[in-house]
């Protein structure tokens, strides 16, 4: 079992920057994503990053803004996002996959294990 804890969410303006940090109780291969809810609305996908850390894939939406990079030696991963907008307001929340071998992972159902999220809230 893996325990996940975010960190670094807040309330930022329009076109700021943050970075979201997500720290595992243990050492996986396992694939890692960002997802995030709004209020209302469904938990969608934001990033993956495979266990190696060279594969990465981005929803179109955040694509070109925010960068997704894991730590394997320190079992951590980061969500960094830049030029932020008021749309990305959200609970922001870390997921680690169910083991599987397929890529890339998008599906909020072939994640295991979830944080407790982390409010980020961009003003315009």
């Known amino acids: 079992q893996v325990r996940l804890v975010e960190s670094g969410g807040g309330l930022v303006q329009a076109g700021g920057s943050l970075r979201l940090s997500c720290a595992a109780s243990?050492?996986?291969?396992?694939?890692y994503g960002w997802f995030r809810q709004a209020p209302g609305k469904e938990r969608e996908f934001v990033a993956a990053i495979s266990w190696s850390g060279y594969s990465t894939y981005y929803a179109d939406s955040v694509k070109g803004r925010f960068t997704i990079s894991r730590d394997n030696a320190r079992n951590t991963v980061s969500l960094q996002m830049n030029s932020l907008k008021p749309e990305d307001t959200a609970v922001y929340y870390c997921?680690?996959?169910?083991?599987?071998?397929?890529?890339?992972?998008?599906?909020?159902?072939?994640?295991?294990?979830w944080g407790q999220g982390t409010q980020v809230t961009v003003s315009s």
């Open positions: 243990a050492r996986t291969s396992r694939t």
């Open positions: 997921a680690a996959d169910d083991g599987g071998s397929s890529w890339p992972k998008d599906d909020r159902y072939e994640y295991l294990y």
